[in-house]
């Protein structure tokens, strides 16, 4: 089992910043692909971003491209979601996954946090 534990939501301003953290626990956390989903009310769950164990493979909606980046830090078990430039869009909740292989496909994770709300406000 993998427990992840997610922080840093909040409400902030269009425009503004916030940074998230998914600190993980259990089974050796750098054999994992970690991901960044999110689900806003009336809506499915999507894909956000993920980073392979190493760090350096990392792939992103393309909506959040050049806005969002993932990072994570495997001596600390945390993962890290930077958001910059927020749009009332992406008023959601955002989910902590990890996964052996990784994809972007929420089905195929098998580990997940209790999520934290992020709101933008125009």
């Known amino acids: 089992q993998v427990q992840l534990v997610e922080s840093g939501g909040g409400l902030v301003q269009a425009g503004g910043s916030l940074r998230l953290s998914c600190a993980a626990s259990g089974r050796t956390f750098s054999n994992y692909v970690m991901a960044w989903f999110r689900q806003a009310p009336g809506k499915e769950r999507e894909f956000v971003a993920a980073i392979g164990w190493s760090g350096y493979s990392v792939n992103y909606a393309d909506f959040v491209k050049g806005r969002f980046t993932i990072s994570r830090d495997n001596a600390k078990n945390t993962v890290y979601l930077q958001m910059n430039s927020l749009k009332p869009e992406d008023t959601a909740i955002y989910y902590c996954?990890?996964?052996?292989?990784?994809?972007?496909?929420?089905?195929?994770?098998?580990?997940w946090g209790q999520g934290t709300q992020v709101t933008v406000s125009s």
């Open positions: 996954a990890a996964d052996i292989q990784g994809s972007t496909r929420s089905y195929e994770y098998d580990f």
